[in-house]
């Protein structure tokens, strides 16, 4: 190998265990030190691009396959429980299910809409952007899942660690989802509580809080806009005792540890 | 089961029989700093290098009975990645224009090395043309041979030390140096 074929090499692989290649760097001190720098420069490359893995994310990886796994679970259960002939009976009806959810939402918001409830419907530009970026989100996601309380405290903890190391949930027995998702322009955390009068979302999103607490009719659903440490919390119900339900539950659950 | 008794006789980890959970686990223990680093330098942006990342390692866990040996299961979790990477991209290519732009301030943001000589070494990285910064990229953050780079982008070896030996020259060329560079000389 003579030095031009070799500083080719150098180029290519300068790790190389070729015999040709390292017998030449012993022979020639100038092209051992012109491998040298070429390896040096692929450290410091590989240095200038060291970051360190948020420390959560091993944990998320395995949750979410955890999750996966029960969930396709869950649809062998379904599967065993119905029979393949059984499914297709059962499309109707939920079918049936979502347009009678439709019309309730409809009779709600028109209800709402009719002026029955004394919210300020004057809405900033905060607050209109955290609700139309959590109304967004939601229409985007037809279908919100429902797991169980464990699953779905597991999951909004091991998240909020990732996305806000010092906002903490407490367990709430009828949480049924959560995941960190888009919402408009912001992310946030968006989870659903189950209450008496229904499913309730509500929506963490990091930042600057809102000046103060506001509740208001948005898009046929009952909102509150409330200002908290390192973000805003926004709730979404049907009704105004759900918003109320929700509301309470999560002044106690919501804590921060500073 | 232990880990001793998924190695054979060169100590070699036998992913063949072993469980599919304990496969998963050690998949994400030996690879994931690696992936995020790469991850994070193709996507230029923390949440969206963990979508990814999270992404492809469901379609990992999706098919990870095909995967039988340990050594070549770098080099099949890229392989994955990338192909994640490629969709998300399609999607997500407006928003990433946009993250190009502010480079040096996201730089910092995202938690590399700050100071001007690695910036520049960086830099120059990024200018290469997309042929080149690929194998070097591989073979610098993810380590691995040309071999494995030829197999993960699907070109011969041959093709890939030419790549390399282009990648190199190119970057000696973007530092201003004739010599090698050497960190804390950059830029000076």
Same mark, same amino acid.
């Given at each position: 190998m003579?030095?031009?074929?070799?500083k080719?090499?150098?180029?290519s692989?300068p790790?190389?265990?070729?015999?040709?290649?390292?017998?030449?760097?012993?022979?020639?001190?100038?092209?051992?030190?012109?491998?040298?720098?070429?390896?040096?420069?692929?450290?410091?490359l590989?240095? %200038?691009?060291?970051?360190?893995?948020?420390s959560?994310?091993?944990?998320?990886?395995?949750l979410?396959q955890e999750m996966?796994?029960?969930d396709a679970?869950q649809?062998d259960?379904?599967?065993?429980?119905?029979?393949?002939?059984?499914?297709v009976a059962?499309?109707?009806?939920?079918?049936?299910?979502?347009?009678?959810?439709?019309?309730?939402s409809?009779?709600?918001?028109?209800?709402?809409?009719s002026?029955?409830?004394?919210?300020?419907?004057?809405?900033?530009?905060?607050?209109?952007?955290?609700? %139309?970026?959590?109304?967004e989100?939601?229409?985007?996601?037809a279908v919100?899942?429902?797991?169980?309380?464990?699953?779905?405290?597991?999951s909004?903890?091991t998240?909020?660690?990732?996305?806000?190391?010092?906002m903490?949930?407490?367990?709430?027995?009828?949480l049924?989802?959560?995941?960190i998702?888009?919402?408009?322009?912001y992310?946030?955390?968006?989870?659903?509580?189950?209450?008496?009068?229904?499913q309730v979302?509500f929506?963490?999103?990091?930042?600057?809080?809102?000046?103060?607490?506001?509740?208001?009719?948005?898009?046929?659903?009952?909102?509150?806009?409330k200002?908290?440490?390192g973000?805003?919390?926004i709730?979404?119900?049907?009704?105004?005792?759900?918003?109320?339900?929700?509301?309470d539950q999560?002044?106690?659950? $919501?804590?921060w540890?500073? | 089961?232990?880990d001793?008794?998924?190695?054979?006789?060169?100590? /070699?980890?036998?992913?063949d029989?072993?469980?599919?959970?304990?496969?998963?686990?050690l998949l994400?223990?030996?690879?994931? /700093?690696d992936?995020?680093?790469y991850?994070l330098?193709?996507?230029?942006?923390k949440?969206?290098?963990? &979508?990814v990342?999270?992404e492809?390692?469901l379609?990992?866990?999706?098919?990870? &009975?095909?995967?039988?040996?340990?050594?070549?299961?770098?080099?099949?979790?890229?392989t994955?990645?990338?192909?994640?990477?490629a969709r998300?991209?399609?999607?997500?290519?407006?928003q990433?224009?946009d993250?190009?732009?502010?480079?040096?301030?996201?730089?910092a943001?995202?938690?590399?090395d700050?100071?001007?000589?690695?910036?520049?070494l960086?830099?120059?990285?990024?200018r290469?043309?997309q042929?080149?910064?690929?194998?070097?990229?591989?073979?610098?953050?993810?380590?691995?041979?040309? &071999?494995?780079?030829?197999?993960i982008?699907?070109?011969?070896?041959?093709?890939?030390m030419?790549r390399?030996?282009?990648a190199?020259?190119? $970057?000696?060329?973007?530092?201003g140096?004739?010599?090698a560079p /050497?960190?804390?000389?950059?830029?000076?």
């Open positions: 003579n030095c031009l074929e070799f080719r090499l150098a180029l692989d790790n190389s265990g070729d015999h040709g290649f390292v017998r030449h760097s012993k022979d020639c001190p100038d092209c051992l030190k012109y491998v040298a720098g070429v390896r040096r420069m692929d450290n410091d590989s240095r %200038s691009l060291d970051v360190s893995m948020p959560d994310l091993i944990a998320r990886l395995q979410n996966m796994e029960e679970g649809q259960d379904f599967d065993a429980s119905t029979g393949s002939g059984n499914v059962f499309q109707p009806m939920r079918r049936y299910a979502i347009a009678a959810c439709l019309a309730l409809l009779f709600v918001g028109g209800f709402l809409a002026g029955q409830f004394s919210f300020n419907q004057d809405i900033g530009s905060d607050y209109e952007a955290l609700l %139309s970026g959590v109304v989100h939601m229409n985007e996601q919100t899942p429902i797991w169980d309380a464990n699953k779905a405290n597991k909004a903890n998240l909020l660690a990732s996305y806000d190391g010092e903490k949930l407490k367990f709430l027995s009828n049924q989802f959560s995941r998702c888009p919402m408009g322009q992310k946030g955390l968006h989870a659903s509580l189950e209450t008496d009068d229904g979302t929506a963490y999103i990091k930042g600057a809080p809102v000046g103060e607490m506001l509740d208001a009719g948005y898009e046929g659903y009952v909102s509150r806009v200002p908290v440490r973000g805003n919390l709730i979404m119900s049907r009704t105004n005792k759900g918003l109320q339900q929700a509301n999560l002044e106690d659950a $919501m804590y540890d500073i | 089961m232990t001793s008794s998924n190695e054979n006789d060169q100590g /070699q980890v036998n992913y029989i072993m469980d599919k959970k304990r496969k998963y686990a994400i223990e030996a690879h994931s /700093q992936l995020y680093k991850a330098w193709l996507c230029k942006d949440n969206m290098a963990e &979508d990342m999270q492809a390692f379609r990992a866990w999706k098919s990870l &009975d095909s995967l039988r040996e340990a050594k070549a299961a770098k080099g099949w979790l890229f994955i990645f990338r192909r994640e990477h998300q991209f399609e999607r997500k290519q407006f990433y224009q993250v190009e732009e502010m480079d040096t301030l996201a730089d943001t995202m938690g590399y700050d100071r001007p000589e690695a910036f520049a960086r830099n120059a990285l990024k290469l043309p042929d080149y910064r690929e194998p070097l990229e591989m073979q610098v953050l993810g380590g691995f041979s040309c &071999d494995e780079i030829a197999t982008l699907d070109i011969s070896s041959s093709a890939v030419t390399l030996f282009r190199r020259k190119k $970057m000696r060329q973007i530092l140096h004739e010599s /050497q960190l804390g000389v950059v830029g000076d």
